[in-house]
């Protein structure tokens, strides 16, 4: 295990499985764990070498394991034990209920399944069926008493670019396979926590959930268990830092 501190964010390279059962009360978790199974297909959608904007399908693989449903609620009962408020955990459509079943046995409370809409989702190349234009993100409290946020009576239902200008698939590749726009997580550390408060990533990637908690006036914590993600995640984590206080 290695540990980094960056500022207000602590960050772990590590198995978030044996990391999180060492850590104190944290105010929320925001994560974007790995998908199931059935999104661990070799044909995916990627930005090509040659363009900014064009997109080709590759014949590669995820790299990186599929989570299944032994580690699912393993990971649900740690962050239940350790958070005091709400639960945000990116998903497939098609594994909601078993995040739902994998919190609600572990003592969360289930509130509502939300989605991220994607604008320039890729369309279904086989035309076949239609197209997957969305993530949904599995919303759970964590603590006790009544759920509140900061989005009032709005929808759970966020619709951002799969890329921020000048960014990912706005200009060059992203840090990580699966990584969400700065945008989007901006926009759920504002809805879901409060300034100064702790937020959890389990499964950090590139770092944007901490990014955005650093942006934002909140503190963080993040593991990631691959060492090139963990080396993007800090890089881009204290760059964030240098940023904030310049502008302060």
Same mark, same amino acid.
């Given at each position: 295990?290695?540990?980094?501190?960056?500022?207000?964010?602590?960050?772990?390279?590590?198995?978030?499985?044996?990391?999180?059962?060492?850590?104190?009360?944290?105010?929320?978790?925001?994560?974007?764990?790995?998908?199931?199974?059935?999104?661990? &297909?070799?044909?995916?959608?990627?930005?090509?070498?040659?363009?900014?904007?064009?997109?080709?399908?590759?014949?590669?693989?995820?790299?990186?394991?599929?989570?299944?449903?032994?580690?699912?609620?393993?990971?649900?009962?740690?962050?239940?034990?350790?958070?005091?408020?709400?639960?945000?955990?990116?998903?497939?459509?098609?594994?909601?209920?078993?995040?739902?079943?994998?919190?609600?046995?572990?003592?969360?409370?289930?509130?509502?399944?939300?989605?991220?809409?994607?604008?320039?989702?890729?369309?279904?190349?086989?035309?076949?069926?239609?197209?997957?234009?969305?993530?949904?993100?599995?919303?759970?409290?964590?603590?006790?008493?009544?759920?509140?946020?900061?989005?009032?009576?709005?929808?759970?239902?966020?619709?951002?670019?799969?890329?921020?200008?000048?960014?990912?698939?706005?200009?060059?590749?992203?840090?990580?396979? &699966?990584?969400?726009?700065?945008?989007?997580?901006?926009?759920?550390?504002?809805?879901? &926590?409060?300034?100064?408060?702790?937020? $959890?990533?389990?499964?950090?990637?590139?770092?944007?959930?901490?990014?955005?908690?650093?942006? $934002?006036?909140?503190?963080?914590?993040?593991?990631?268990?691959?060492?090139?993600?963990?080396?993007?995640?800090?890089?881009?984590?204290?760059?964030?830092?240098?940023?904030?206080?310049?502008?302060?």
């Amino acid at each position: 295990m290695k540990k980094e501190v960056i500022g207000d964010a602590t960050l772990y390279l590590g198995d978030c499985l044996e990391i999180l059962p060492t850590l104190e009360k944290v105010d929320a978790v925001i994560t974007d764990p790995p998908y199931e199974k059935e999104a661990h &297909t070799k044909n995916r959608r990627t930005l090509s070498v040659g363009g900014v904007s064009h997109r080709e399908v590759i014949n590669e693989a995820l790299p990186f394991d599929e989570i299944d449903d032994q580690d699912r609620r393993f990971v649900s009962n740690l962050c239940q034990q350790i958070t005091s408020g709400w639960g945000l955990y990116f998903c497939q459509a098609e594994a909601v209920y078993l995040w739902r079943e994998a919190l609600q046995d572990n003592g969360a409370k289930w509130r509502r399944s939300m989605v991220w809409i994607k604008p320039d989702g890729m369309p279904q190349f086989t035309g076949d069926r239609p197209g997957m234009g969305y993530e949904s993100i599995a919303t759970v409290w964590h603590g006790e008493g009544k759920s509140a946020w900061n989005g009032g009576g709005k929808h759970g239902v966020y619709r951002f670019t799969k890329h921020d200008p000048d960014n990912g698939h706005g200009g060059g590749r992203n840090g990580h396979p &699966t990584q969400k726009p700065q945008d989007l997580m901006s926009q759920l550390v504002t809805d879901f &926590t409060d300034k100064n408060q702790l937020v $959890l990533d389990p499964f950090m990637g590139s770092g944007s959930a901490g990014v955005a908690c650093m942006n $934002l006036g909140r503190k963080f914590i993040g593991i990631e268990i691959e060492p090139k993600y963990f080396d993007i995640a800090c890089e881009r984590i204290e760059q964030a830092q240098k940023q904030g206080r310049l502008f302060e």
